[in-house]
Nanobody
Framework: QVQLVESGGGSVQVGGSLRLSCVASGLLIAGNCMGWFRQAPGKEREGVAMLNADGVREYYADSVKGRFTVSRDNAKNTVYPQMNSLKPEDTAMYYC??????????????????WGQGTQVTVSS
């Protein structure tokens, strides 16, 4: 059974940092396109960061570019987004996802087949 489990969410003040984790089971992160999405209440799901199967090529939404960094630990089969300089507008449920067909040039939620249950991030001023 393929499963993605996120953790690391919480409450942080503006300007703070958080590192989320996504542990995969039944799926090797190395060799698959892994993405992070977020969804705030009343808003559409937004792709924020993506790491290609080679673990080298990265994609970031303009809203997080320069503040978020995605990486992976193959030995732990885990993907991490490091989120720095957090803003109130970063408040959302964050989801890890896998695109088994490989990363596209952008992030479309419909292209990702496997999803985690999400972890909440709240940034307060």
């Amino acid at each position: 059974q393929v499963q993605l489990v996120e953790s690391g969410g919480g409450s942080v003040q503006v300007g703070g940092s958080l590192r989320l984790s996504c542990v995969a089971s039944g799926l090797l992160i190395a060799g698959n396109c892994m993405g992070w999405f977020r969804q705030a209440p009343g808003k559409e799901r937004e792709g924020v960061a993506m790491l290609n199967a080679d673990g080298v090529r990265e994609y970031y939404a303009d809203s997080v570019k320069g503040r978020f960094t995605v990486s992976r630990d193959n030995a732990k089969n885990t993907v991490y987004p490091q989120m720095n300089s957090l803003k109130p507008e970063d408040t959302a449920m964050y989801y890890c996802a896998a695109d088994l067909g490989g990363c596209g040039v952008t992030m479309m939620a419909s292209w990702f087949e496997i999803w985690g249950q999400g972890t909440q991030v709240t940034v307060s001023s």
